[in-house]
């Protein structure tokens, strides 16, 4: 398999650092309200990332944190006037929710900044013995310039930022406001203010600067070198190049082999934004459309690619989904039809044996840097060489071969072919019912009326020699 690393800009041939295992790092949201559209992008690819691995037989340790204090946080809870655990809490368990709906599967750990603290202190008191830190009225800054690669993820000349933050650092500093010794100095720990969680340090109360935070919690649960750190484009610089400084300061070994890095997500060809009004959040998105399609149309494009969602696109994906589960359900209705041979024939033999070169197909799309986009127009080529080779005569033999090789394709996808029972009100059942009694007297005119009516409420209905069959659309 083959990624682009961000780290080298190529595409370079994965190999683990442990034979068998891979260790993989995503960057998870902070808990301040629930998730946006944006956030389920990199959720939803690096899901598959995981799934392909576990396809392909490797035994993979993937920890995406919660980032549960932050300044966002702690404005949420001064406006609702509860503790700042409180609001992460309660949305550490609406993202669980929405990552579900998404068959987003959870992470082999979730760590949470708040329940890592002491190993943070222990990593900002290695790094001031190291001289890579220094200390200034209870904030601890990381020397920068004491890293020599610093720059080396974002391809930023160290020289280029730092007459960048120039005027900036000469404004604040006077004004008093800036101790830091350089301007591009970043924070690790910074003191106390009144009314903000705080933790005990040897630098007097206070919390952990977000860099720092998943340095440590990737460490932990992982490695001081982890095979792949993983996350949206926008976090490359500073959020990923301050953690390759701190960790490899500390640590003294290189962080990640391999980087990763999703494209932005933008609204009718606009960057996301609340003041412009086309701010949507997974759990708005989810209310208009099934969370199977919003997954299916975020892998409708290669990761890296920027991604337009429009309701142009959002239909495209729901047609091309229904397309895949039609066919899936097609092969069921003979797989449970007590009429249909059990036994497979040497014609079918073959029409099995012709899936293998779908299958190659699928994993060279996956093998070439995750390429969703390929991988989706092969499962379209196998429904529609299914579709044209199964007919309601085949075997259930046939049948269910032709299902597991479809599932399995699908599984790394996290396309879920089953649709779930979905549960019908009191009302909807009782007019499916009234309706097969009308039947029953041949009152057509009612049952037709009856139908009607189920469609406006969005149930479609399907008569079939098994029973009446319905979806919701």
Known sequence: MKIFNTLTRKKEEFVPLTPGKVGIYVCGPTVYDYIHIGNARPMIVFDTLRRYFEYKGYEVNYVSNFTDVDDKIIKRAIEDNVESSVISERFIEECKKDMKALNVKP????????????????????????????????????RTRSFDGYGKLSHKNIDDLESGHRKESHQLKVSGEDEKEDGLDFVLWKPKKEGEPSWKSPWGDGRPGWHLECSVMSKKYIGGTIDIHAGGEDLIFPHHENEIAQSEAANGTEFAKYWMHNGFLKIDNVKMSKSLGNFFTVRDICEKY??????????????RSPLNFSEEMIINAKTGLERILTCAEKLRDIIGNENASADITAAEEEIVNNVKPFVEKFEASMDDDLN???????????????????????????????????????????????KKEDSLDSEVEALIEERQQARKNKDFAKADEIRDKLLEMGIELKDTREGVKWKRI
């Open 290 to 303: 099934a969370p199977q399609v919003v997954r299916f149309f975020m892998l409708s494009a290669q990761y």
């Open 107 to 142: 992470a082999t750990t979730h760590p949470q900044a708040t329940k890592e603290i002491p190993d943070m202190i222990e990593m900002v008191n290695t790094l001031i013995e190291k001289k890579h830190a220094y200390e200034k009225n209870g904030t601890v800054y990381f």
């Open 372 to 418: 969703t986009a390929d991988a989706v127009s092969v499962i379209f080529e196998l429904v529609k060489y299914i579709n044209s080779n199964v007919t309601d005569g085949s075997s259930k033999a046939v049948a269910s071969k032709l299902y597991n090789e479809l599932n399995t394709l699908c599984d790394i996808l996290g396309i879920i072919l089953e």
